[in-house]
């Protein structure tokens, strides 16, 4: 028995890295599942793998009927929503404030933040009402930049900053009936690109960091996770053994660095 049979989940960015893992492992878990992505191919592959557990949309955050149309798939063919997973999102590549021009920072501002934070608070107000139907939950994907310097530039950190608050404020206002709560993996050697406005559009993390090497140096566990060892605290935000959660982060971004034992 899975830990979300018979339930329905939107998955947002779904199509490559940690949301691919999140659907794969809702599926595993007896969940059905509609995935928002942009890109198109991923999702037909998707699709392939995963059969009629999944139905896919291609489609753009930052569009509002882009995120109310996969909801109303889910209510059409899956009788209902419980689970919005907003996840879709993108990278500043740690560029700075003083080697970014004044006109490059104004454009990649507005690129970033419109599917870092425009995205999630259009997919929650899609959502919202199919939710409260079903008493159901809201999940974001943050990162360590939602709480810490580093992890990004001052785009990248203010936009998980500013959707960190997303989730204060919408646990506050969608409750009781619906729970709103984050997971914030660390780094994850994934597809993850940037603004277009940064040049940055066709970059992918992978390519411009040794990130698992940085994570098996740094990272206080030592280890360099992968997408699908984050997925448990998605479940069970989804699952009703979070029933008393909202409100609240689950940090699994396990930064800083412990001296080593000699
Ligand atoms: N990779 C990391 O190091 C890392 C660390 C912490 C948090 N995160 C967060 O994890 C989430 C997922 O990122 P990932 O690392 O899996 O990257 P990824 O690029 O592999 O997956 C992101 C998906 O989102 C989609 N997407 C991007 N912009 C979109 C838009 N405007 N509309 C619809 N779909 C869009 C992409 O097509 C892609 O399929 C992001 O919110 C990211 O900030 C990633």
Known sequence: MGRLDGTSAVVTGGASGLGRAIVERFVAEGARVVVLDRTKVRLEELSRELGDAVRTIAGDVRSFEDNSGACAIAEREFGGLDAFIGNAGIWDFGRSLIDTPAHVLADAFDELFAVNVKGYLLGAKAAAESLRKSNGTLILTLSNAAFFPAGGGPLYT?????????????????????????????????????????G????????????????????????????????????????????????????????????RRQ
Do not use: M, W
């Open 200 to 259: 940055l559009a066709d970059t992918s993390i992978t390519e411009e960091l040794p990130i698992d090497t940085i994570l098996r140096e740094h990272s206080a566990l030592r280890t360099a996770p992968e997408p699908a060892d984050c997925t448990g605290p998605y479940v069970l935000l989804a699952s009703e053994e979070a029933r008393t959660f909202t409100g609240t982060v689950i940090d699994i971004s396990t930064f800083g660095t412990p001296p």
């Open 158 to 198: 203010a936009s998980k900053h500013a959707a960190l608050g997303l989730v204060r404020q919408l646990a506050y206002e969608l409750a009781p009936e619906v729970r709103v709560n984050a997971v914030a993996p660390g780094g994850l050697a994934t597809d993850l690109r940037g603004p277009g406005a940064l």
